[in-house]
Structures are given as structure tokens and as C-alpha cells.
């Protein structure tokens, strides 16, 4: 739990907005999920893609063992992003923003409650060091 809330404080802003993005996404996925294999199987295959194609943007295929969250993060944005796109097909989103008040809510909420999190850990470790 240590590990946890170390990590938590010291998040910096552009990781809070990527876990953001994660909380968003694992949000529409509960409401929207689809079981077809399909679909799973074609975010897999565009994520390796372009997952590649970004390793090799950033350095290379030889830099994946000197920042393996890097690399992780490389390959589950295409996935996240393509079994998004397929989840809200033609179900009345508006960019990222579901038609419905409560989804938007749920989603929004969760994210504002997890930037609380960090922001209170970032202030505790600040008011711990003064």
C-alpha cells in the first residue's frame, strides 16, 4: 500500500491525465462492452501495429527494456483506442461524451475522484516535508 501511495503522490500531471483517460475508457467499457471475439482480436492487432510503429517512433524496439511502463503505454493506447471507437459505434457519442447524463457523470466522477486522491497525497507529502 506504500508502493501505492508513493506513487500516487508523486504522479506527475501529465500521468494523472493518462490515468484519466484509462478511468474514461474503463468506464465506457462497462457500459458498453461487447463480447464479440472479433472486436477484441482487431484492437489486439491494431495495438501491436501501431504499437510497434510507436516503439520505433521513440527510440526503437531496443529501448522497450529500459522503460517497460513506456512500452506498455505505447501498446494499450491503440488498443484502448480502437475498442473505444468500436464500443460507441453509432450509439449517439458526441467526440468521447456519451449521450447519457448518468455515463457522463460515472465517468466524470470517477476521474475527479481519483485527481482528488492524487492531490490530497500531493499535499500530505508537502505538508509531511515542511
Known amino acids: 500500500m506504500a508502493a501505492i ?10 500521468k494523472l ?4 483517460y484509462l478511468i474514461w475508457w474503463g468506464a465506457t467499457v462497462f457500459h458498453h462492452f461487447d463480447p464479440s471475439p472479433s472486436l477484441w482480436l482487431n484492437s489486439v492487432g491494431i495495438s501491436a501495429v501501431i504499437g510497434v510503429a510507436l516503439m520505433l517512433s521513440v527510440g526503437g524496439l531496443q529501448s522497450a527494456s ?4 513506456q512500452t506498455f503505454r505505447l501498446f494499450a493506447m491503440p488498443f484502448c483506442v480502437s475498442s473505444f471507437s468500436s464500443l460507441i459505434k453509432g450509439k449517439g457519442f458526441l467526440l468521447i461524451f456519451s449521450p447519457s447524463a448518468s455515463e457522463l457523470a460515472i465517468a466524470a466522477g470517477l476521474c475527479a475522484a481519483f485527481s482528488a486522491i ?13
Do not use: E, F
Request: aromatic share 10%; net charge positive.
Open 118 to 130: 492524487v492531490v490530497g497525497l500531493r499535499m500530505a507529502r508537502h505538508s509531511s516535508r515542511t
Open 66 to 69: 529500459r522503460d517497460r511502463w
Open 17 to 20: 491525465v493518462l490515468w484519466c
Open 5 to 14: 501511495t508513493h506513487y500516487l503522490a508523486n504522479l506527475s500531471n501529465g
